[in-house]
Nanobody, 123 residues
Framework: QVQLVESGGGLVQAGDSLRLSCAAS????????MGWFRQCPGRDREFVAA????????YYADFVEGRFTISRSNAKNTVTLRMNSLELEDTAVYYC????????????????WGQGTQVSVSS
């Protein structure tokens, strides 16, 4: 397993941008598919974005609508979620996750999870 630590959350205004980072430690990071999930107040955790182990394939939830970009650096053991045009509905705790299996990752059944970072969007 890898250990994951998110950072970069905070309080922003609607329309602003924010960059979340996930730092991984442990073995075989470059073999893991990586993803971001979020849990909005009063709702279940949901998928946001994923990137494959090589960094050449990505997948996004429909609600992202081109506003978010996921990327990774296998040299630095990091995954980044760049969020633009933030909306009030993006307020949530954002989690980084890792799994060897792409299907499991997209389904939220992941080997490793971070502790989460809070993103709050105000009007």
């Amino acid at each position: 397993q890898v250990q994951l630590v998110e950072s970069g959350g905070g309080l922003v205004q609607a329309g602003d941008s924010l960059r979340l980072s996930c730092a991984a430690s442990g073995q075989f990071f470059s073999s893991y598919n990586m993803g971001w999930f979020r849990q909005c107040p009063g709702r279940d955790r949901e998928f946001v974005a994923a990137i494959n182990w090589a960094g050449d394939s990505t997948y996004y939830a429909d609600f992202v609508e081109g506003r978010f970009t996921i990327s990774r650096s296998n040299a630095k053991n990091t995954v980044t979620l760049r969020m633009n045009s933030l909306e009030l509905e993006d307020t949530a705790v954002y989690y980084c996750a890792a799994d060897f299996n792409w299907g499991r990752l997209l389904g939220g059944v992941c080997d490793s999870w971070g502790q989460g970072t809070q993103v709050s969007v105000s009007s």
